[in-house]
């Protein structure tokens, strides 16, 4: 099956830094990845839309200014998030689904932990 | 995007059939259900995805009844490596993808 990979996997980071977050197709292509984020021992929420060669868009309440980000090519989407805090940490998780042929999965990957001192 | 509703929490044994049941009553016309799996710090993984009466595969199986109100998917005999976090979702299928709207999701808990 389809195959949805993240860098890193955690990473900390100290108050006020920034950090970028990979996610990458690796045997297929997608011109849309998705990004979502999950507090503990909640669902998944959805924070943006990634368009190949476009804009993000963002979903209501998540700072477009906060959460960079772009999607260079059709196989890459990278999610920086700038000037972090304590409230940023969460796991975050993007999602792609192949542009050709039925769009019958959704592919997850496998999540990147983020903690914010 | 039609809203769902699980069960917060079932509880099984090993061996044991299990039905989760999602209600979507607001479920358009070109909306599709599908079931998603999540183990602790990992992306969800599909498991099924279905439109009306019954799919099937190695995993599990889907039964829509003809209002397509509501779904329940069916685990047939659970292992403890079957305890997760089951999603319900409810959108339309679109070329390139679409935004999913997560409910709250059932914390399924197989024991000996």
């Known amino acids: 099956g389809a195959v949805v990979s993240q860098h890193p996997s955690w990473v900390i980071c100290k108050s006020g830094t920034s950090v970028k977050i990979e996610c990458r197709s690796l045997?297929?292509?997608?011109?849309?990845m998705f990004w979502y984020r999950q507090f503990p021992k909640q669902s998944l929420m959805l924070m943006a839309t990634?368009?190949?060669?476009?804009?993000?868009?963002?979903e209501q309440g998540v700072e477009k200014d906060k959460f960079l980000i772009n999607h260079a090519s059709l196989t890459l989407s990278t999610l920086t998030v700038t000037s972090a805090h304590p409230e940023d940490s969460s796991f975050y998780i993007c999602?792609?689904?192949?542009?050709?042929?039925?769009?019958?999965?959704?592919?997850f990957g496998p999540g990147t932990r983020l903690t914010v001192t | 995007l039609a809203k769902t509703t699980q069960p917060i929490s079932m509880d099984s044994y090993e061996g044991q059939e299990v039905n989760i049941t999602c209600s979507h009553n607001?479920?358009?016309?070109?909306?599709?259900i599908t079931w998603y799996q999540q183990f602790p710090s990992q992306g969800p993984r599909f498991i099924i995805q279905?439109?009306?009466t019954k799919v099937t595969n190695e995993v599990a199986s889907l039964f829509i009844p003809a209002d397509r109100k509501s779904s329940t998917l069916s685990l047939p005999r659970v292992s403890l490596s079957d305890t997760a976090v089951y999603y319900c979702?409810?959108?339309?299928?679109?070329?390139?993808?679409?935004?999913?709207?997560f409910g709250t999701g059932t914390q399924l808990k197989v024991e000996l």
């Open positions: 999602s792609a689904t192949p542009f050709t042929g039925p769009s019958y999965e959704q592919y």
């Open positions: 045997d297929f292509q997608a011109t849309t």
């Open positions: 990634s368009n190949e060669g476009s804009k993000a868009t963002y």
């Open positions: 607001n479920i358009a016309t070109n909306d599709y």
């Open positions: 279905g439109y009306k």
């Open positions: 979702l409810v959108a339309p299928v679109t070329g390139g993808g679409n935004k999913l709207t």
